[in-house]
T-cell receptor, first 113, second 113 residues
């Protein structure tokens, strides 16, 4: 596609509920990233994929967070047993070359109530 | 740990004013510094700087990097209401984590008519 597409745009979850956030990167982009942006903060790195391989998941805040990219294109970020501190905008980005030229999606705003 | 500090955190100006946004950083094995504009949710790419002293320019926006003093500035001349946004500065390192960006908290710019 022309840009990075994320869905849903907004998600309200009750505390304890599981959520799944989807990212459709730019066609042909090998690298895919997830970032978390809390209110008033800059984006913080969560995880990085090169094709289907998850090369770095050091930024995932807990084992309730899980990301996958099984076919090297679409990625899903799953959060189990959501908590209020998970409320944030989750940004996905893709790039043809690691470290250069990220294109971000519009993000998913997750609110946990 | 890589660190990016932006100042001011917020700024209110009138249309036509010139603004200067600051970004200082500490990063292991510096590779690049990037500026993004964030309206609503998606950060959009403005500039990438890798060399000291070379100004990047795009219309009314310009940016310069000082690798010796570890900072960058983003200038916006003749501001317009459409420039109102959060401006994010990010740095990328080289080596094993060259794909990862470390962001500052951003500067919230409000341009009043």
């Amino acid at each position: 596609g022309a840009g990075v597409s994320q869905s849903p745009r907004y998600k309200v979850a009750k505390r304890g509920q599981d959520v799944a956030l989807r990212c459709d990167p730019i066609s042909g982009h090998v690298s895919l990233f997830w970032y978390q942006q809390a209110l008033g903060q800059g984006p913080e790195f969560l995880t990085y994929f090169q094709n289907e391989a998850q090369l770095d998941k050091s930024g995932l805040p807990s084992d309730r967070f899980f990301a996958e990219r099984p076919e090297g294109s679409v990625s899903t970020l799953k959060i189990q047993r959501t908590q209020q501190e998970d409320s944030a905008v989750y940004l996905c980005a893709s790039s043809s070359t690691p470290g250069i030229g990220y294109t971000f999606g519009s993000g998913t705003r997750l609110t946990v109530v | 740990e890589d660190k990016v500090v932006q100042s001011p955190l917020s700024l209110v100006v009138h249309e036509g004013d010139t603004v200067t946004l600051n970004c200082s950083y500490e990063v292991t094995n510096f590779r690049s510094l990037l500026w993004y504009k964030q309206e609503k949710k998606a950060p959009t790419f403005l500039f990438m700087l890798t060399s000291s002293g070379i100004e990047k320019k795009s219309g009314r926006l310009s940016s310069i990097l000082d690798k010796k003093e570890l900072f960058s500035i983003l200038n916006i001349t003749a501001t317009q209401t459409g420039d109102s946004a959060i401006y994010l500065c990010a740095v990328g390192g080289s080596g094993g984590s060259n794909y990862k960006l470390t962001f500052g908290k951003g500067t919230l710019l409000t341009v009043n008519p």
